[in-house]
């Protein structure tokens, strides 16, 4: 492998951060789904973690590797989703304070969670330079550390304890499929699945509607995503700096579905296998499905990602 923010020692340095703090969460299976991809799938149950998402993972990372000094001083993020509530909560276990910078327009119910875990909010204008500009006051004010959702190697090689606790319980997997949109997940899943398993074949899933890394990968260089729309609401933002490379090296292809396949899988999900998952949690079980991913020859064991469960019950996509 090249030389990227993380490696595989700094993921099982992570996994070992965690242990005791995220949930190791369980591998399912469906019989229906398999027939339905022709192939035998292990999804890892992300939306089962602690705030309802794998975010958790890096977060803790993040702020278990500070020292006592720096996390005295606070962590400072910019986010309205669950990096937020992960970082928040996370802060909050090691006794440290957590600013979170949200826009404006950030729905009540997810203020509510970030403040409900501990977190200190500043609002700002509903744009990333404003975003950006609040939370370095914060630091200028304050001395805490900045830890963004994704581009950050502590998060990474947090989001990567996924794949290795996947590894552990199916280590005879063929693939691996993980949605993408920062891609702190799936370069932390690439990192510690292809080092563990140099065969492991990489596969990232996006909505056809925020499809910067398929477009990265076709065209070979970083591409920033440009207008978004899907309902798939945690994939919108563009790859990062440490991300990309990783994608590019050791991802071998990105999946995009649309909007309809991810509904019909995230209906799939709840009501074949009892799981509750979000649009971008459904990514993943979306490609597994696709008549694209099923045209792969060589794939028996695919491992899948759901990477998240946090959803407004009020407003159904169906």
Request: hydrophobic content about 45%; glycine content about 10%.
């Amino acid at each position: 492998m090249s030389t990227y923010a993380c490696t595989l020692a700094d993921v099982r340095a992570a996994a070992a951060r965690v242990r005791g703090l995220a949930h190791r969460t369980p591998v399912m299976t469906s019989e229906t789904l398999d027939a339905l991809a022709g192939r035998q799938l292990f999804f890892k149950c992300e939306n089962l973690q602690k705030v309802g998402a794998f975010k958790y993972r890096g977060a803790t990372n993040a702020v278990r590797n500070l020292t006592d000094a720096e996390a005295a001083r606070g962590v400072v993020t910019h986010s309205s989703g669950n990096h937020a509530q992960a970082l928040a909560l996370a802060a909050r276990l090691r006794g440290v304070p957590a600013y979170v910078v949200m826009p404006r327009t950030a729905p009540a119910v997810k203020r509510a969670a970030v403040e409900g875990y501990g977190g200190q909010i500043t609002l700002c204008e509903p744009n990333l330079p404003a975003r950006e500009a609040a939370a370095n006051a914060i630091v200028a004010r304050t001395g805490a550390t900045l830890i963004p959702p994704f581009d950050h190697p502590d998060v990474i090689a947090g989001q990567g304890t996924v794949a290795l606790e996947l590894l552990e319980d199916v280590p005879d997997l063929d693939a691996l499929i993980v949605c993408v949109g920062g891609g702190g997940l799936i370069a932390g899943c690439a990192i510690a699945g292809r080092g563990l398993k140099p065969d492991l074949r990489v596969f990232g899933a996006e909505p056809a509607g925020a499809d910067d890394a398929a477009r990265s990968k076709a065209a070979g260089r970083w591409l920033p995503q440009t207008g978004p729309n899907t309902i798939a609401d945690g994939l919108l933002t563009s790859t990062g700096e440490l991300t990309w490379p990783v994608i590019r090296d050791e991802v071998e292809r990105v999946f995009t579905v649309t909007d309809d396949e991810i509904r019909a899988a995230m209906r799939l999900v709840w009501e074949r296998m009892k799981l509750i998952v979000e649009p971008s949690g459904a990514v993943a079980a979306a490609v597994a499905l696709s008549a694209a991913f099923r045209a792969l020859p060589g794939l028996k064991k695919v491992g899948a990602t759901f990477s998240g469960g946090n959803v407004n019950l009020d407003q159904l996509w169906w």
